[in-house]
């Protein structure tokens, strides 16, 4: 097992293949659940409204991940954005969240599979994947992604299992 920094890992266009040379890639969880064909299937949704909630997601993702690390100034926070925001304060806040990692990137070569899970965390005592959401958390390609990434963790962290 081989954890990845941001020096060694190449980060080439969709699909996601993380690798230390493009003669070792490793497929993203998100790419092996889209290639699989058990994700959700969008195709009936009009292009502007999925890059309209892509471009949501990632604004959200990113003010969380600066929340996370103790520099997001909410003062800064769009508007529309802003209520994620703040029910991602509430959930951190009510589940007494203790951070382990942000955005860590993690591979499992016997698998060829590497992926970024956003945060391993304690929640409630209990060590957990947390991806962040501004769909249906409980949606199948969530569940997976989840899954994806505790695989990643456990094979990185033998004696640090996740249980939720």
Request: glycine letters at 6%.
């Amino acid at each position: 097992m081989l954890e990845l920094t941001d020096k060694d890992i190449l980060f080439p266009p969709e699909p996601m293949v993380y690798g230390l040379a493009e003669s070792d890639p490793r497929m993203s969880v998100t790419t092996v659940i889209k290639w699989s064909g058990l994700g959700e299937n969008f195709s009936h949704v009009p292009a502007e409204v999925m890059e309209f909630a892509r471009q949501r997601g990632n604004a959200v993702h990113l003010a969380c991940a600066y929340l996370d690390e103790g520099v997001l100034d909410l003062d800064t926070v769009d508007i529309r954005i802003l209520p994620y925001v703040n029910a991602y304060i509430k959930f951190r806040s009510e589940c007494a969240t203790q951070i382990i990692a942000v955005e860590k990137r993690l591979d499992y070569r016997l698998m060829g599979l590497a992926g970024t899970p956003d945060i391993i965390a304690f929640i409630n005592g209990r060590r957990a994947v947390i991806d962040r959401k501004t769909g249906d958390p409980a949606s199948r390609s969530a569940r997976l992604q989840t899954a994806g990434y505790r695989v990643l963790w456990e094979a990185n962290n033998p004696k640090a299992p996740i249980y939720d």
